[in-house]
């Protein structure tokens, strides 16, 4: 059964060589690389746990102690909060999902850095592959979030207008 | 007959001597439960990702930023007039600022290339 799974594994190695065309010459590179490599990823762990942290609060604060406020402020006083409300709706489930992203890359990346780069330099390729295309993803979303808050901002500015407006058009 | 009630006293008596024991072995099977029911919620919850209390985060535990005092609770109360809709450009100005300042998760630290692992 063990040499069953012993081939399995190497088996599987092989296909994941054989699927990114690896060369002796790039192989033989990752094992000379191995170690640095590894502290770079990890280090990597390290500063990103921390963004994920600290970008984390700031983006919930904002939903929590701004938006969601402000939205419930002018809806309290019969203005119109529809945009507000559904660019607040639409950030939260970009919120929901940078987190569910961040999760993702942060399983995988680990994945990579349990692999044992010397002796399974494929596998850490491939681990390592995959890692990055999450990171994008969580990028992708910190970007989206960030255009949130831009639109919220702009539609702020137009509201800010529009009220202006109408204290001007009652005042004359 | 006297064959179960023999039988029924064995198991009392038995349950009786190993009290102590079997409470014992039952408090460890429902601890070792309730810690692999909380090990998964931690793990699948996120609640792992955030935590900066694991071995290896050291050097970065004293930069988590804890204190976001700048960061004043807007009422959502009051009315809407000139000075609450400034009061709160300028709150949510602020942290937007905070955001711009750095592109998070931006780069391309995970490239094969500049991880020194590939040979193109």
Same mark, same amino acid.
């Given at each position: ?10 088996? =599987? @190695? ?15 590179? @990752?094992?000379?690389?191995? %170690?640095?490599?590894?502290?770079? =990823? ?8 921390? =963004? ?13 102690? %701004? ?23 639409? !950030?939260?489930?970009? =919120? ?28 850490? !390729? ?21 255009? !949130? ?17 109408? @204290?001007?058009? @009652?005042?004359? | 007959?006297? #064959? ?5 006293? #064995?198991?009392? $008596?038995?349950? $009786? ?10 408090? /460890?099977? /429902? &601890? ?5 029911? $909380? ?7 996120? &609640? ?38 400034? #009061?709160? *450009? ?5 942290? $937007?600022? *905070?955001? #711009? ?15 020194? /692992?590939?040979?193109?």
């Amino acid at each position: 059964m063990i040499a069953t799974v012993v081939l399995g594994g190497m088996s =599987l @190695i092989n296909v994941s060589a054989q699927s990114t065309g690896m060369t002796d010459q790039q192989i033989e590179l @990752i094992r000379t690389n191995c %170690l640095s490599a590894k502290t770079t =990823l990890n280090q990597l762990h390290v500063s990103d746990a921390l =963004l994920r942290v600290n970008r984390g609060q700031l983006y919930e604060s904002i939903s929590t102690k %701004l938006m969601n406020k402000f939205n419930n402020r002018i809806m309290n006083n019969n203005f119109d909060s529809t945009d507000f409300i559904s660019i607040s709706k639409d !950030y939260g489930s970009m =919120l929901d999902t940078f987190r569910l992203d961040y999760i993702t890359y942060e399983e995988q990346l680990s994945v990579a850095l349990d692999i044992d780069c010397s002796k399974q330099p494929v596998a850490f !390729y491939d681990a390592v592959s995959s890692a990055r295309v999450k990171r994008v993803q969580v990028h992708t979303d910190v970007v989206n979030l960030n255009q !949130y808050i831009a639109q919220y901002q702009l539609i702020l500015d137009q509201f800010e207008k529009d009220y202006l407006t109408s @204290i001007e058009g @009652i005042k004359n | 007959m006297d #064959e179960q009630l023999a039988k029924t006293i #064995e198991g009392v $008596s038995f349950r $009786s001597k190993h009290r102590f024991l079997l409470l014992i072995v039952l408090s /460890i099977l /429902i &601890a070792s439960i309730l810690v692999l029911i $909380s090990m998964a919620m931690y793990n699948g919850s996120g &609640a792992a990702q955030l935590d900066l209390s694991r071995p290896g985060y050291n050097n970065v535990r004293d930069q988590v930023i804890t204190d976001d005092n700048d960061l004043r609770n807007y009422s959502n109360t009051g009315p809407i007039n000139q000075s609450s809709i400034s #009061e709160f *450009k300028l709150l949510f100005e602020q942290q $937007s600022k *905070k955001i #711009e300042t750095i592109d998070a998760f931006g780069g391309d630290p995970l490239n094969p290339q500049s991880l020194g /692992i590939s040979a193109l």
